[in-house]
């Protein structure tokens, strides 16, 4: 038996030594043809057998820990997950965001409704006790206003408006990711960050009122404010949906049920992000910049929110062409 | 069932499996991955401000530099930090420098690399698992949950498994032949490659042990010094 088993160990040794340098080869290639898969998918039936045999005859050795790597290896190879490419990134912003939005569009509507509570009551809050300004603004900020000044005058002659947009995009990207994954949280972590959101907006807005320069933030805010606001209510209705996952899951298990939603949503948490980038882009570049007037603000936050409108419903890119019949 | 083996079933029958790497390989990968994307992003900002501005220090007159290659010089260190993980994750099927010192690598649920996707979510939750700092929640949770892992991983299924490299020694172990069976010389060879790291008393007396269970008591093991023991050990293993 014993000699029978080092005969098979030396007949079978220099195939696995083939198949090893074979995998080396199928790892660095990102695509396969038809017939190196074919023959991946046969090597790794050999090497089943094979393992079976060494865990079997010799357990513990050597020779059997270096089949197991090897099959743990090829089986990594053929389980990958298959790229799409360009045509598969299209696919999803095509096919999948639109589903993906739709269902979300209840959770999105009440967490507009959350914000624009919060905004309301913040501003209530600070137009009946102004004092309670301190507790939401620096005291620059305040002092700013106190004299009449907005605190993002000037803002392109300190900070260039690059480095300005890469600052606040990278800002607005945090906020809305966070805004997501703390739904992990049974949604606790989303609620009170659209609360608090909500709330320093219209905080704000009442104490830049109580100076006379409401009108100038609005027109500061408005040309990047509508996407980001609206991509924030996205966050906040995608981080609902990962505390309902949990909730009330949809899967065998919790754990499952939290894989599978946050799977679905992760191509609308990509586009969130591309969103940012571009409202971020506004809002170093046209926002602070005197030289753009009122209307052209407004014409510039209006079309990019239905740019991404037209993002969110799959409209933005072009359809596949259908057969005639 | 081993807890720190991941088993899933094989679509041949024969079960698959990786030996999961627990909290202290995850945060040797991380420290050194923390490092080389710190030092990268340093060593660029250092750089291109020395070559743009000539100091270290925002030009306050003369001529200021334009808006693009302001943007160049602290937008890049912003990529290296931010990207670093998803970037290299997928360009090196699930490792990253660090992972690769620490010999650990990412695999999906169903053992295979992670994907695009995959990849991308597991670092966007690392925005949860590092709070409230030091990744005290992705390393709490990697204790408690079953395989070790961190929410991030949970959110991707994904795991973080230990990468064995078998050495292409163990494969040519068929080749060779000797006087005992294939376990013992297997045993044998296991003992000289790890020879010159052992003590001298620590693998004279393994080694002695080893001599006297095949060949019995009647061995003059005890008697042979260092370079016999070695020697005799590689008779056994069938080296030539």
């Known amino acids: 038996m014993k000699s029978s088993t080092a005969a098979w160990v030396h007949a079978r040794a220099p195939a696995w030594r083939a198949l090893a340098e074979r995998i080396a080869r199928l790892k660095r290639h990102r695509t396969l043809s038809i017939e190196e898969a074919l023959g991946a998918v046969e090597a790794y039936r050999n090497l089943a057998r094979d393992l079976a045999s060494a865990r079997r005859l010799v357990p513990g050795t050597r020779t059997a820990a270096a089949l197991e790597a090897l099959f743990t290896q090829l089986h990594a190879t053929l389980s990958r997950h298959p790229s799409g490419g360009w045509r598969g990134l299209l696919s999803v912003l095509r096919d999948d965001v639109p589903v993906v939005t739709r269902e979300l569009a209840p959770r999105i509507l009440w967490m507009g409704v959350l914000m624009i509570a919060s905004g309301a009551a913040g501003f209530w809050l600070i137009a009946t006790y102004p004092s309670l300004i301190n507790l939401i603004a620096s005291e620059e900020m305040i002092q700013h206003v106190e004299e009449g000044k907005l605190w993002t005058d000037g803002l392109v002659n300190v900070t260039p408006s690059s480095i300005l947009s890469v600052r606040i995009l990278s800002n607005n990207i945090m906020v809305a990711l966070f805004a997501v994954c703390s739904g992990f949280l049974f949604g606790l972590g989303s609620f009170y960050l659209m609360l608090l959101n909500g709330l320093m907006l219209g905080a704000t807005f009442a104490f830049v009122h109580q100076h006379g320069l409401a009108e100038r933030l609005f027109e500061f805010v408005i040309a990047h404010g509508m996407v980001e606001l609206s991509v924030i209510c996205l966050a906040g209705a995608m981080g609902t949906a990962i505390a309902d996952s949990l909730i009330r899951p949809t899967h065998g298990t919790r754990r499952e049920s939290f894989r599978w939603c946050v799977r679905r949503l992760a191509p609308l948490m990509g586009l969130c992000a591309a969103l940012l980038v571009g409202a971020g882009v506004i809002e170093g570049f046209v926002s602070p910049d005197p030289a753009f007037p009122l209307a052209s603000r407004i014409a510039i936050g209006i079309c990019s929110w239905f740019l991404m409108v037209l993002a969110l419903s799959g409209r933005l890119l072009p359809r596949r062409g259908r057969a005639r019949s | ?240």
Request: a neutral charge; proline letters at 6%; glycine letters at 10%.
């Open chain 2, 1 to 240: 069932m081993d807890p720190e083996q991941y088993t899933i079933p094989g679509i041949t029958g024969v079960d698959v499996s990786w030996s999961i790497a627990g909290p202290g390989s995850r945060s040797y990968a991380f420290i050194i991955d923390w490092h080389i994307r710190v030092v990268l992003a340093l060593a660029w900002l250092v750089g291109a401000m020395l070559f743009t501005f000539g100091g270290l220090t925002w030009p306050t007159s003369g001529a200021r530099p334009g808006a693009s290659v302001v943007f160049v010089v602290f937008l890049v260190p912003l990529v290296i930090y931010f990207f670093y993980h998803p970037v290299l994750e997928l360009l090196l099927r699930g490792q990253s420098p660090g992972k690769r010192m620490a010999g650990v690598r990412v695999v999906s649920v169903n053992g295979g690399t992670p994907g695009v996707s995959a990849v991308l979510v597991r670092n966007v939750f690392r925005l949860i698992d590092c709070l409230p700092m030091l990744y005290f929640v992705g390393l709490v949770t990697t204790f408690l949950s079953a395989q070790r892992v961190r929410i991030g991983d949970m959110a991707a299924g994904t795991l973080l498994v230990i990468d064995e490299r078998p050495p292409p020694q163990s494969l040519e172990l068929g080749a060779a032949e000797g006087e005992a069976d294939f376990a013992t010389r297997d045993l044998a060879e296991q003992i000289l490659e790890r020879w010159p790291a052992l003590g001298l008393d620590k693998r004279a007396a393994i080694a002695r042990a080893l001599l006297k269970k095949t060949h019995g008591s009647a061995t003059d093991a005890d008697a042979l010094d260092d370079d016999s023991l070695r020697v005799r050990l590689a008779a056994l293993a069938g080296r030539r």
